[in-house]
């Protein structure tokens, strides 16, 4: 039963040591690939060595920084910030917040990035790195603040233009409306003129005409006959 025991002690610890080994191993190979600038590599290798030891500071950090590297600052922000640091030196917790605050940075993640950099600075006050990320962090925060209250006063006076758009063009129909209606009351008015008038029967129009008609004649034969007459010469007295 002893050595039966000790036995499976041994495996385990001969386990242990190999998973180790190969966790270093890996870790290693990253390092490797990524001083020769082959960050996708490196991040596999990183990867395997995390699938080893979950836990693995080494692996973690170096992940974060592989993640980096090929611009994918929202993957590496998410490692660093899953990097349990109650263990860690005041440091080690410096330069993950240092990391942080780039990630974040290159995100347009400006406040953020001003709190990672603080924390970071927190823990090691003399990072000039972490000072002058710091000062950047705010500058550009400070411009993204003016560039968000200038769209807001841009979208205020917009909405103000369209308001009084709409305005003068409520204005302009009711104007257009009120024309329509003073027309249509014009037009009503001539058709009751018209519908008051008084309607002549077919004999009184025909009456009327002969009448028109002989009274025309009467005129134009008074006419001939005054054409007609000799004009008088000069008189002439008998003595």
Do not use: C
């Not at 009711?174 to 029967?201: G, M």
Request: avoid cysteine.
């Amino acid at each position: 039963m002893r050595k039966d025991f000790a036995l499976t002690i041994l495996l385990t610890g001969f386990t242990v040591y190999t998973f180790a080994q190969s966790e270093h191993k890996l870790i290693r190979r990253g390092n490797r690939a990524y001083s020769k600038n082959d960050y996708l590599e490196s991040e596999v290798q990183y990867r395997e060595a995390l699938e080893r030891n979950k836990h693995s500071f080494k692996a973690n950090f170096n992940l974060g920084d592989a993640l980096y590297k090929q611009n994918k600052f929202s993957d590496s922000d998410s490692i660093f910030n899953g990097i349990n640091t109650s263990a860690l030196s005041d440091a080690d917790k410096s330069i993950i917040y240092y990391n942080r605050g780039n990630s974040l940075f290159k995100q347009n993640k400006f406040k953020e990035s001003v709190d990672a950099y603080k924390m970071a600075l927190k823990y090691n006050p003399n990072d000039n790195d972490a000072k002058y990320n710091l000062s950047e962090a705010l500058r550009m925060m400070q411009n993204q603040q003016n560039q968000s209250n200038n769209k807001q006063q841009n979208n205020s006076n917009d909405s103000k233009d369209n308001k009084d758009q709409k305005d003068d063009k409520k204005q302009d129909k009711k104007e257009e409306k009120k024309d329509n209606n003073n027309n249509k009351q014009d037009n009503q008015n001539k058709n009751n003129q018209q519908q008051q008038q008084p309607k002549i029967s077919k004999e009184d129009a025909e009456r009327m005409l002969q009448a028109l008609q002989q009274h025309e004649k009467d005129i134009q034969d008074k006419l001939n006959k005054k054409q007609a007459k000799p004009v008088s010469g000069a008189s002439i007295k008998n003595w």
